[in-house]
């Protein structure tokens, strides 16, 4: 998306053209039958002061009876004309509404997912669900019947207007001054439905933030029983929603009742100079009977219209949201002209110079202060200190979710600013510390590591992380759904199917965040032992707080404040009576 951000207003809808731009056959489609549909509405007074002044008047009975069945005939042709119009016009529009508003949905999730961590530091995840139903629900119902039936207005108010002027310039006039009364109100009203529309759609937001976090943490809030307090959290932004959408509500009332109030003052006006032109003898009947019904559609068309353009306002300020969250961008990107990655022979290389590295949230604080080193290809180095110390910071980097403020982080000798973010991260496998389970079965959470491997690559990677025999025992095998967030798993059944993942990537650096936090102390010693197979031919970096899973490693670097205080094995650094001898010493005496 490279057109520029919209103004406040209903032009902010014009942040839609992209969207609306591939399908312009479609739409010239939908507008022709529109005029149509409008032209037949149009004709319909012409033939029905024909009926009057013609069928109605001749004097002949059997003239009569003749002319009246031509002229029957003629308005019926009218109606279809305008059925088989209307109907192709409501097909596509709501077929433009429904896939517009699809591919909307489809760009603003897409270019989401591509953010970086530090867009998610300060965007809510409730915020953005909400932008994802609420709003384009909203630009939906533009799009597929609102826009049109404001164009649709459009043009027969136009015709009506051109009709009245060709047929009673007089009447026109003065139905046209009092519409202009109409018109100038209307737009100072709208702008403040447009704004309150906005903080309407905001506060919504906010009640489906809160919503998602909760219903994320329900264990939790349940077991510190703090439901009432949750649900009178949740109650307390669903009444600030309510107070907002009920000031819109009030403004676009009041602008309604205006609106049909002058103009139906112009409808009054225009007949009861028609009747005097009758009475007078300067008009026919049917005259005046096509006179009044086009003064109605156009009154009709201002008051749609007026209606119309209060869901335009609402939907400009979704648009207006949506298109804020398409011109969101990641500093983390890959770069014009990336570097290859050299083959990675038994592992891959790690090297960090001279890192100095805060998060955008604490610019103040640093996580790495000055911090080098260098894990050779085949090397496991486990990363260990006090919590804070900046450990899982280092992971951070390696995949290069955010980029140093000074120094450089490069692997296999090439900086991960002149990698592409794909080829980098291919080349790294992890296990976090929170195994994340996706609503989908055994199967395919593991082949998430790897999706085109076959079934038998899955089970071979599931035994290796001793995961086979449970996932066996659940009722469908492999194919067991496994609940919103593995709901239905122990804590150690979820990671060991984080790490069964990571062995079917197969990445040649393995990432371990407290890998193993969450297994009992059997699971660990199958675990260790799988673990211990997948570390050959690959460089592994080990983030542990229980020392006893980092004794084999072949270095173990300690960390405090952002800094190495030590390096060494772990008989070396026992012997030296440092920070990590008094982790030691507090785990093993425990």
Avoid at 222 to 241: G, K, L, V
Avoid at 268 to 293: D, E, F, N, P, R
Avoid at 355 to 369: G, Q
């Amino acid at each position: 998306m490279t057109t520029a951000i919209p103004s406040k207003s209903v032009g902010a809808l014009s942040g839609l053209l992209p969207f609306l731009r591939p399908y312009r056959l479609r739409i010239a489609l939908a507008v022709l039958f529109l005029v149509l549909a409008a032209v037949s509405t149009l004709v319909f007074p012409v033939a029905l002061k024909s009926l009057i002044d013609q069928g109605l008047v001749a004097s002949d009975p059997g003239q009569r009876v003749m002319a009246l069945r031509e002229h029957f005939f003629a308005l019926f042709a009218v109606g279809g004309a305008l059925g088989v119009f209307s109907a192709a016009r409501f097909y596509l529009v709501s077929w433009l509404g429904e896939r517009v508003t699809a591919d909307l949905r489809n760009a603003v999730y897409a270019h989401v997912v591509h953010q970086s961590p530090e867009f998610f530091e300060v965007t809510q995840t409730g915020e953005v669900l909400s932008r994802l139903t609420t709003d384009t629900t909203l630009v939906q119902t533009v799009i597929g019947s609102s826009l049109s039936v404001g164009l649709r207005n459009t043009v027969m108010g136009l015709g009506a207007m051109l009709m009245l002027i060709v047929t009673n310039p007089y009447v026109m006039t003065q139905v046209f001054g009092i519409l202009i009364l109409v018109v100038l109100p209307s737009i100072y009203f709208g702008r403040r439905v447009r704004k309150l529309s906005r903080a309407s759609q905001d506060r919504v937001a906010d009640t489906s933030a809160i919503a998602a976090e909760v219903l994320n943490a329900i264990s939790v809030v349940q077991s510190y029983t703090q439901e009432r307090r949750e649900a009178a959290r949740f109650d307390a932004s669903t009444e600030s929603a309510f107070a907002t959408a009920i000031r819109r509500t009030r403004m676009r009332s009041f602008l309604v009742a205006f609106i049909i109030t002058t103009t139906f003052g112009a409808l009054l006006w225009g007949l009861y100079q028609g009747t005097q032109a009758v009475i007078a003898g300067q008009i026919s009947a049917g005259h005046l009977g096509q006179t009044v019904i086009y003064v109605i559609i156009l009154v009709a068309s201002v008051a749609v219209l007026a209606e119309v353009y209060g869901e335009l306002l609402r939907a400009a300020g979704a648009t207006e949201r949506l298109i804020e969250l398409l011109f969101a961008r990641s500093h983390i990107v890959t770069p014009g002209s990336p570097l290859a990655l050299p083959a990675a022979q038994g592992g891959s290389s790690v090297r960090l110079e001279g890192v100095s590295f805060c998060y955008p949230s604490r610019p103040l604080r640093k996580a790495l202060d000055e911090f080098s080193l260098e894990v050779r290809p085949g090397e496991t180095v486990a990363i260990v200190g006090p919590s804070g110390a900046g450990k899982s910071t280092l992971f951070q980097l390696l995949l290069r979710f955010y980029d140093v403020q000074l120094g450089r982080v490069l692997i296999d000798g090439v900086p991960v600013r002149d990698v592409a973010l794909a080829d980098l991260r291919l080349r790294v496998g992890i296990v976090p510390q929170d195994a994340v389970i996706f609503s989908a079965d055994a199967m395919e959470n593991i082949r998430y590591g790897r999706p085109e491997a076959s079934d038998g690559e899955v089970i071979a990677a599931a035994k290796n992380a001793y995961a086979h025999e449970f996932l066996l025992a659940l009722p469908e095998g492999y194919n067991t759904f496994l609940g919103e967030r593995g709901v239905r798993l122990s804590g150690g059944q979820r990671q060991r199917i984080a790490i069964a993942r990571a062995m079917l990537k197969n990445a040649p650096l393995l990432l371990l965040d407290e890998a193993t936090s969450a297994l009992d102390a059997e699971s660990e010693r199958m675990v260790q032992a799988a673990l211990a197979s997948a570390m050959k031919n690959r460089s592994t970096l080990v983030i542990a707080h229980r020392l006893a899973t980092v004794q084999r490693a072949d270095r173990i670097v300690v960390m405090e404040h952002g800094r190495i205080v030590d390096t060494g094995t772990h008989a070396e650094l026992i012997a030296r009576a440092g920070l990590y001898a008094r982790l030691a010493a507090m785990q093993f005496d425990a």
